[in-house]
């Protein structure tokens, strides 16, 4: 009697089905991407690509005209896992991924990037304002006028933290800076903004979810 003997594509074991985005997918972004793809980032990575983050965020660009977005690990999954998997354009491009991580990030892909459930027992991140200050400079006829916010961005747990410093007066929303883990700097350019009191918010994703934590007043004076 012949034996048949069938061979079947080997799966890394414990890739979970259905990958969590902060249980499974961030330690891998963390430990191999987010160093040149988070904020600021570094070795020429696309500046608009942040893997430190599940989700999107707006900012000021360095301009000052209109909106710039960066756009979180949700939005590239499919890049992301194509890259990790490639032959000819590897990412990371010295030292690749192993088979658990590849195709644990190719299944996050294919079940549609989720966030799924977060880590056991997951705590909120948290931010503190640090110092503000004021400053005035004279350029010939002109006044420029920034408010000069430094905000720490923590986490009990600890995850790695994205997200963004915002002001809010009523209805409207302005997008001051993005935000990391440790301490931030932001330069909010305020010269043509109507003086009055804003809510200062620090928009934080820990990968589990997203939170608005309120930070006080923030006061804008007139030159």
């Known amino acids: 009697m012949k034996r048949v003997i069938v061979l079947l594509a080997a799966c890394a074991p414990g890739v979970p089905e259905t990958p969590s985005f902060q249980q499974h997918v961030a330690p891998i972004l963390a430990a191999n991407c987010v160093r040149c793809h988070g904020v600021p980032v570094i070795g020429g990575a696309p500046p608009e690509l942040r893997l430190d983050t599940y989700g999107s965020y707006d900012r000021p660009k360095r301009t000052g005209i209109g909106i710039e977005q960066v756009i979180g690990a949700q939005t590239y999954a499919s890049i992301i896992a194509q890259r990790v998997a490639s032959s000819d354009a590897p990412m990371p491009p010295r030292f690749g991924l192993d088979e658990y991580q590849i195709e644990t990030l190719e299944r996050w892909d294919a079940a549609g990037a989720p966030r799924g459930a977060p880590n056991p027992g997951n705590h909120a991140p948290m931010a503190v304002v640090d ?3 004021q400053s005035i400079e004279e350029e010939g006829i002109e006044i420029r006028v920034r408010s000069l916010i430094d905000v720490v961005v923590l986490d009990p747990d600890p995850d790695v933290v994205g997200g963004a410093l915002q002001v809010r007066r009523g ?11 440790g301490p931030n700097h932001v330069e909010w350019e305020t ?8 809510a200062l918010e620090a928009v934080l994703d820990d990968g589990g979810a997203e939170v608005v934590v309120p930070l006080g007043a923030m006061e804008v004076t007139a030159p």
């Open 131 to 133: 110092r503000v200050l």
């Open 171 to 181: 209805t409207t929303v302005l997008p001051l800076g993005l935000l990391r883990s």
């Open 191 to 198: 010269t043509n903004i109507a003086p009055g009191s804003f």
